[in-house]
């Protein structure tokens, strides 16, 4: 049996009180950056709200060193980062999507966690499980809620297949 953990964004210091104590019996901890910097006290956005890229590797340990046991996920908009098993960093950066497809972002944050699940469920390696969680997310921006893009996997990889090439980046 496996463990995994998800919170819920918020303000104040249940973070600090309920967090770090459960993460050393978690084997997968899926958490977004706002969480990440509530939990590890390591800066992932600036003042200017740009992601501090360079802070996820630090954040990442940090949350292995409270105890995560296999692999420690954050997600943010501008894409998924984790450490693995072997503490191996892995990423993958967001692409800009078209304009007008966003419908809305309840349950983007979930979706990934379900795609990244999958992907540990089916034994598959972290940088997989990133792509299956980036491609869940953007497919769930699709809809106006949190569940109404729902589909089977194969239409998910194959929507965000169709997204990232028509990309102008």
């Known amino acids: 049996m496996s463990t995994s953990i998800d919170v819920v964004s918020e303000t104040g210091d249940r973070?600090?009180?309920?967090?770090?104590?459960?993460?050393?019996?978690?084997?997968y901890c899926i958490i977004n950056e706002i969480e990440?910097?509530?939990v590890t006290d390591i800066p992932l956005r600036s003042s200017d709200r740009r992601l501090l890229v360079h802070n996820?590797?630090?954040?990442?340990?940090k949350l292995k060193d409270m105890g995560v046991s296999t692999w420690a996920v954050i997600h943010a908009p501008e894409g998924g980062f984790g450490l693995d098993e072997?503490?191996?960093y892995v990423q993958e950066l967001s692409f800009e999507l078209p304009k007008g497809y966003v419908k809305g972002k309840v349950g983007a944050g979930d979706a990934f966690c379900a795609g990244v699940l999958l992907a540990a469920?089916?034994?598959?390696?972290?940088?997989?499980?990133?792509?299956?969680?980036?491609?869940s997310g953007v497919c769930s921006l699709g809809q106006t809620g949190a569940t109404e893009n729902l589909r089977p996997l194969h239409e998910v990889?194959?929507?965000?297949?169709?997204?990232?090439?028509?990309?102008?980046?």
């Open 15 to 27: 973070f600090k009180r309920l967090v770090p104590p459960a993460l050393r019996y978690t084997d």
């Open 56 to 61: 996820m590797h630090l954040a990442l340990t």
């Open 86 to 88: 072997h503490d191996r």
């Open 36 to 38: 990440a910097e509530a």
């Open 121 to 135: 469920h089916n034994n598959l390696d972290l940088a997989q499980a990133l792509h299956y969680g980036n491609a």
């Open 157 to 169: 990889i194959e929507l965000y297949s169709q997204l990232e090439k028509s990309n102008p980046q």
